[in-house]
């Protein structure tokens, strides 16, 4: 019902060159924006824009996820023309300073990854929404044929949070996945990766439940993206906050690693790289 047995989960095409998800890979998080919900990756002037790109290559990512739209419950609105801006800002030094790196946008704008993709050459467009919020996302993918990571939401960044409600979580999620890849399908987008939307609304229970039923997305034969780095999931069962969160999302990058995460999103790259290299040595022992 939700399969596809013509893809392959090891492979995505990026930029015209097959990449290799064998070995997972490791997203690194730049967020331009002044209320991110994690400090430590927010950069707004060019020099801290800069140096957090710096530290995200240098310690092993394998492409950095930019995004000018704090997703974070409640945070406050931000028009497209003040994304394109930030984002634009943000590329005329990165491109100059990393010319060959691996940009995914995290938007739900299909103009805003319009403009990336055309303007800077953006590889990815990671969408939050899975093409909910914008119509044209989906038929904008298409057309710019890059690869697309379709996220589960309940709701808005604004509204998420609020009471998430669900009959059957993982039927419903799963569901939901069904009839956005066949859309996409129809579309001819050939690259699809999965993000179950830990966050988006979904309860504390909600994210441990699809967490340790992660295996579940395997009957879609995709690649998968986990993105749990510091979040409430974490912080608020451990009675703590985002910079007391490492140790649990180090916990959490590598249960979902062996439970068949191909892409993780964090904003701490050396230790989940060091995740991915401890998973990966003990896969070859079994």
Do not use: W
């Amino acid at each position: 019902m939700f399969g596809d047995s013509e893809r392959n989960t090891n492979f995505i095409r990026v930029n015209g060159m097959l990449m290799d998800l064998s070995v997972p890979r490791v997203m690194g998080v730049l967020n331009i924006t002044p209320d991110s919900f994690y400090d430590g990756c927010r950069s707004m002037d060019p020099d801290n824009i800069v140096r957090r790109a710096d530290t995200i290559l240098s310690e092993g990512a394998d492409m950095i996820d930019l995004g000018a739209y704090s997703s974070r419950p409640g945070a406050d609105d931000v028009s497209e023309e003040e994304e394109i801006v930030r984002l634009r800002s943000a590329f005329e030094v990165l491109k100059v300073r990393y010319p060959s790196a691996l940009f995914s946008i995290d938007t739900f704008r299909s103009k805003v990854a319009e403009v990336c993709v055309k303007e800077y050459q953006a590889s990815i467009i990671n969408d939050i929404s899975g093409g909910e919020i914008d119509s044209q996302m989906f038929e904008t993918v298409a057309k710019l044929q890059v690869p697309y990571i379709l996220t589960h939401i309940q709701g808005t960044p604004q509204s998420m949070q609020k009471a998430p409600k669900y009959e059957n979580l993982r039927r419903e999620v799963l569901q939901f996945f069904s009839n956005k890849v066949k859309q996409l399908r129809d579309l001819k987008v050939n690259d699809i990766i999965l993000d179950p939307g830990f966050g988006f609304g979904k309860s504390l229970q909600h994210n441990y439940h699809m967490m340790a039923h992660l295996d579940d997305f395997e009957i879609f034969n995709l690649p998968l993206l986990v993105g749990v780095s510091r979040k409430s999931m974490i912080y608020k069962l451990l009675d703590t906050d985002p910079q007391g969160s490492l140790n649990g999302t180090t916990v959490l990058n590598t249960v979902s690693l062996l439970k068949g995460a191909n892409i993780i999103r964090v904003h701490d790259v050396r230790e989940a790289v060091e995740a991915v290299r401890i998973v990966s040595e003990l896969r070859k022992n079994i």
